[in-house]
């Protein structure tokens, strides 16, 4: 897979990472995921877990105004043919379109058995930390 594609792949994750995303956000993962966000470790075995763990952090988002995301910047390490670090920054908005926040995250994916992309990690950390170049 390019990076065009796995850029794909993020920005439709993106895309999917909204209120009333969650049932649709497991097929972005390969099970188990591992999210790492302000100190707090979270693993999920399955997509089960997974898809309501989502559906907590969406519904505390969405109380906040959250509805919606958008890659602002996106950098495509591949360190194998099927395996590659993603780092980007995001802006959430509001319905509004107003700036809610602006965070950023790495990613670790992973090709799965069916040859599409699947998460296996995700951190979230400060803009600044954003990996531009290995």
């Known amino acids: 897979m390019s990076n065009s594609e796995i850029s794909k792949f993020i920005h439709e994750y993106c895309d999917t990472f909204r209120p009333g995303g969650s049932s649709e956000m497991p097929k972005y993962f390969h099970c ?30 969405e109380a906040k105004g959250f509805s919606y995301s958008k890659i602002q910047e996106l950098h495509i390490h591949r360190l194998s043919e099927n395996t590659a670090i993603v780092s980007a920054s995001f802006k959430r908005f509001t319905s509004d379109h107003a700036v809610l926040e602006e965070i950023a995250a790495t990613y670790t994916i992973f090709k799965k058995s069916d040859l599409s992309w699947g998460i296996i990690t995700i951190i979230t950390h400060e803009l600044d930390q954003v990996i531009c170049k290995i």
């Open 32 to 61: 188990p995921v591992t999210m790492l966000s302000g100190g707090v470790n979270l693993q999920f075995g399955c997509t089960d877990d997974l898809a309501l763990a989502l559906s907590s952090i969406l519904s505390g988002l």
